[in-house]
């Protein structure tokens, strides 16, 4: 629950761009809920009122203008923030008279978020940034001279070194579906979907800091809106060949396991009281104080044998499978977390 009683919903169909809008709201003392595209924006706006919900205007499938029309047709009537990478003035002009109520530009700012906010806040409720803990985490010296990857720049988008290596661990696993998908476009001469593919790409790559990757799919995104064809199939090749090569060299760096260089180590003593607490929350539900001690332990450098059993029971515990998380860690207790 919010600090403040207000809830968002976030649409976006880039899982990058939701990891790091929850992380704002959520500084800010706004309980945040997560769509992919928009049919399930309008599902959960018909189970719940959200204060804000935060809509993606490029989506596959429905868009953010036809999921505005059929929020508005259903009667759902909330403060409706368009979010994008289309910031011209004559953008802006379709977007307001489709009916948003305003629109914020990516990569998401957070002092221009915390205005919005306020802008359309429930009467007599200001918000404010909340105290966050302090980052001290180090960035692994593997992530430091990546090509293509200013992690500078990454970090400061995503906000922590915490936030910067799960959102370029989520970019990284997409490379190979996504640069397949353009591959097959272009050889079908499918424009429009490598334009939308594109365009998601220019905004995530930037936030992650491939500034270089970012700049190339704003060209060919520009050459693929003018049906400039000639060009589109000039630029794409170079473009695929740097994607797939930073691609590359992430996955390297996440599989060789350097990237837990630089964690704090952990003791098995400290392990097994987080663990046993987690138990204890677990039979009252709270989910609060279980986020906070698994915050915790991913900030730590766990030793292999722990490792599988911490992903397998923050994977129960996110979706809320208290049966299934009670039974691993009891199994593991049993066996002296061996």
């Known amino acids: 629950m919010s600090v403040n009683g207000l809830s968002a919903l976030v649409v976006d169909d880039e899982k990058i761009n939701i990891l790091i809008f929850e992380k704002l709201l959520k500084s800010f003392g706004i309980e945040a809920v997560s769509a992919s595209d928009g049919r399930e924006c309008i599902a959960c706006c018909e189970k719940k009122r959200f ?3 935060f809509l993606d205007i490029r989506m596959p499938g ?7 029309r ?3 047709s259903r009667g759902i009537y909330v403060p409706v ?3 994008t990478a289309l910031t011209g003035r004559q953008e802006k002009k379709e977007i307001l008279e489709a009916g948003f109520t305003d629109c914020m530009p990516k990569p998401i700012n957070k002092e221009l978020l915390l205005k919005l906010l306020n802008d359309y806040a429930p009467d007599g409720i200001e918000i404010k940034e909340e105290e966050e803990e302090v980052d001290d985490e180090r960035l692994p010296d593997a992530f430091r001279n990546i090509p293509g990857i200013d ?3 990454g970090i400061m988008h995503c906000g922590s070194v915490r936030d910067f290596l799960k959102a370029l661990k989520i970019f990284s696993r997409s490379v190979d579906d996504r640069s397949a998908d353009m591959d097959e476009y272009i050889k079908r001469g499918y424009i429009d979907d490598l334009e939308m593919s594109v365009h998601s790409l220019k905004s995530t790559a930037l936030t992650v800091g491939a500034k270089q990757i970012s700049e190339m799919a704003k060209l060919l995104e520009k050459a693929c809106n003018e049906h400039n064809i000639p060009l589109v199939y000039s630029l794409t090749p170079e473009f695929l060949m740097k994607y797939r090569e930073t691609g590359d060299e992430l996955k390297k760096i996440f599989e060789s396991g350097d990237a837990e260089e630089g964690l704090k180590d952990i003791s098995e003593n400290e392990l097994m009281d987080a663990f046993s607490a987690i138990n204890e929350l677990i039979e009252t539900y709270d989910r609060k104080n279980i986020d906070s001690i698994l915050d915790y332990l991913k900030n730590r450098s766990l030793p292999p044998e722990w ?4 992903y397998k029971l923050r994977e129960y515990l996110r979706i809320m499978d208290w049966e299934s998380a009670r039974s691993l860690i009891q199994t593991y207790e049993e066996s002296g977390f061996k």
Do not use: H, K, S
Request: include cysteine; charged fraction near 25%; glycine fraction near 4%.
């Open 62 to 68: 429905m868009d953010g203008f036809e999921t505005m």
């Open 70 to 72: 059929e929020l508005q």
């Open 51 to 53: 204060d804000y919900v």
């Open 307 to 310: 490792r599988n059993f911490f």
């Open 151 to 153: 992690a500078e720049y």
């Open 81 to 83: 923030i368009c979010i």
